[in-house]
């Protein structure tokens, strides 16, 4: 076979030369023919060449294992970075020569790398895709508080930084989504918690049923945040805001109730004070009102039974009411000087409180309307009546001083004179004014009937005759100062011619007349009944003895003028127009 041993069997090294050494001793001590021993020797040589080419598979198939690996490996390493969207890694060496085993050996930290950085990547997109799934449910209404989700699967073929990028900016615009629904959430949440506390009204209760996150135990960013949540929410609090403004306007009625019936029953302050917090919406606005329980139904309730028990005060006391509204409404008149039928009225009222179709707000809307009526009336009589008053304030004053002309005393010394000699000098330019004053009071008069169609009266006289008739008594007047200075030249040329013829100097002549009498005279002659009946004298300045101060009331303290011809002329303007 020409296969020999190089080793000394004894020294216990066995090799295949050595072995065959053997065989061939033990064939020739047996005796082994020829044939044989070539049978044997071919035998064991295909034996030898199995045993090679076992060995040679073997090693082949290794050899394509690793192959593969290798094949595999750089598979790996072109889809571990195509995942993560790198075209390189840094570190890696660049080998592409050396035995296989070299290769793989290179190429093995590399895919660690990437197979951690995978991990991490992949870990990152589950935690961001997790995220977003959880605002998307929150959003979309359908997840429950307390509820947890599964980790989303994760697409390892794209785990690039620019998909991660993506999600981000997905993640980011969710997140403002939520802040912004979130904060409008809070607001709406904040406006039901007012709402709620001015109307008196469970909060909790009420806000829960639109969504049980709602409460104010449950944290912030577990509240519901979902489009439903948000338009319910919406709706509840417009709602509540038309319930506010209608227990509004209700309280503002029911407090314009309780004032007007307080102050038509002069109730005292003791018993206004427990509603004050009903009477002080009166002037305020729907937006002022935030004081807790300022509209809960229990307020308005307690102060619509008030109404009810000054309702029914009022129907008892309605007697004593209506007089008084009737006094102001005298009152009303007496400023005016408009003469009214003031016992008429109040027979009217007695009997329309004992009918039995009474009313107490039908009267009392009824006298409240004659009353802005006579409001009315008053003001547009107010500036003749103005005018009135300065024509009488000066024909007092003209009194005055025809009483101080003819005291004789009144240059004298005495305490007051310099004070009464200052009120002559004002009093005489005061009584020059008094045409042009009743000249205008004339011509406003007679304006003012030709506006409202009716005459002018003042205390019941036409205001006109009185001033017609002042103006013919002044007349007169004049003519009677203007006579008597005559009868008293003549009367001083008379003395002087008798003192010419006798010597002596005869006593002043009484004057035959006065302005008290022809004033007298004028007033029988003019304003008395055909029939000799003596005319019935009504004074704008005298009555009883006392003075009639401007504002239609009389004064005890101011003394009666010793004449005044407006009264006279008002008297005569009546007697005249009873006769007619």
Wanted: glycine share 4%.
């Amino acid at each position: 076979m020409g296969v020999a041993g190089h080793n000394d069997p004894l020294l216990g090294e066995t090799t295949c030369g050595s072995l065959l050494q053997q065989l061939q001793l033990i064939w020739d001590e047996v005796g082994e023919s020829d044939d044989d021993r070539d049978k044997m020797l071919l035998q064991l040589e295909q034996e030898c060449l199995d045993v090679y080419r076992r060995k040679v598979d073997q090693a082949s198939s290794f050899r394509s294992r690793l192959l593969q690996q290798l094949d595999n490996s750089k598979l790996e390493l072109t889809r571990l970075l195509s995942a993560l969207g790198e075209s390189s890694i840094s570190g890696i060496p660049d080998k592409t020569s050396g035995t296989i085993k070299e290769q793989l050996a290179a190429m093995s930290p590399s895919l660690e790398i990437l197979c951690r950085k995978r991990e991490s990547r992949v870990k990152e997109f589950a935690d961001v895709q997790l995220q977003i799934q959880i605002l998307r449910d929150e959003i979309a209404g359908n997840l429950h508080v307390s509820e947890h989700l599964e980790t989303p699967h994760v697409n390892e073929d794209d785990l690039s930084v620019r998909k991660l990028n993506e999600y981000l900016s997905e993640l980011q615009a969710l997140q403002k989504e939520k802040s912004t629904r979130l904060h409008k959430i809070l607001e709406s949440v904040s406006s039901v918690h007012d709402l709620c506390s001015v109307l008196g009204m469970d909060f909790v209760g009420t806000v829960t049923k639109v969504h049980p996150s709602l409460d104010d135990s449950v944290s912030v960013q577990s509240k519901s945040i979902s489009d439903e949540t948000i338009s319910k929410l919406s709706k509840m609090v417009i709602v509540l805001q038309e319930e506010k403004s209608k227990r509004f306007a209700k309280i503002q009625a029911i407090a314009s109730q309780l004032s007007d019936l307080w102050n038509l029953m002069d109730a005292p302050v003791e018993e206004r004070q427990p509603f004050h917090h009903v009477t002080c919406n009166m002037s305020s606005t729907l937006d002022d009102v935030t004081v807790p329980g300022a509209l809960a139904l229990d307020v308005i309730q307690q102060a619509e039974l008030e109404v009810e028990r000054l309702d029914e005060l009022k129907a008892s006391r309605m007697k004593d009411i209506a007089f008084k509204k009737q006094t102001e409404l005298e009152d009303i008149y007496a400023r005016a000087h408009v003469a009214i039928d003031s016992s008429a009225a109040r027979d009217r009222i007695m009997s329309i409180i004992e009918s039995s179709s009474f009313e107490p707000s039908e009267l009392l809307a009824d006298m409240e309307n004659q009353i802005l009526k006579a409001n009315e009336e008053s003001l547009s009589r107010k500036d003749i009546l103005e005018r009135v008053d300065r024509w009488m304030s000066a024909c007092e004053e003209e009194s005055w001083l025809e009483d101080y002309s003819r005291d004789d005393n009144r240059y004298s010394a005495t305490r007051g004179a310099h004070l009464n000699l200052k009120r002559a000098e004002k009093a005489r330019v005061l009584v020059n004014k008094i045409p042009a004053i009743v000249d205008t009071l004339v011509a406003k008069t007679r304006a003012w009937e030709q506006e409202h169609g009716a005459a002018f009266t003042y205390d019941g006289v036409p205001l006109l005759a009185m001033l017609d008739e002042y103006k013919i008594l002044r007349q007169e007047k004049e003519d009677e100062k203007r006579r008597m200075r005559d009868q008293k030249k003549m009367n001083d040329q008379l003395a002087a011619e008798q003192e010419k013829l006798f010597g002596s100097k005869p006593s002043p002549a009484r004057p035959q007349s006065s302005s008290r009498k022809v004033a007298g005279a004028r007033i029988s002659g003019v304003g008395g009944a055909a029939n000799g009946t003596p005319v019935r004298r009504l004074s704008a300045l005298q009555s009883g003895g006392r003075t009639v101060s401007r504002d239609g009331r009389r004064d005890a303290s101011r003394p009666v003028a010793p004449v005044n011809y407006v009264a006279i002329a008002k008297e005569d303007a009546v007697s005249q127009a009873s006769s007619n």
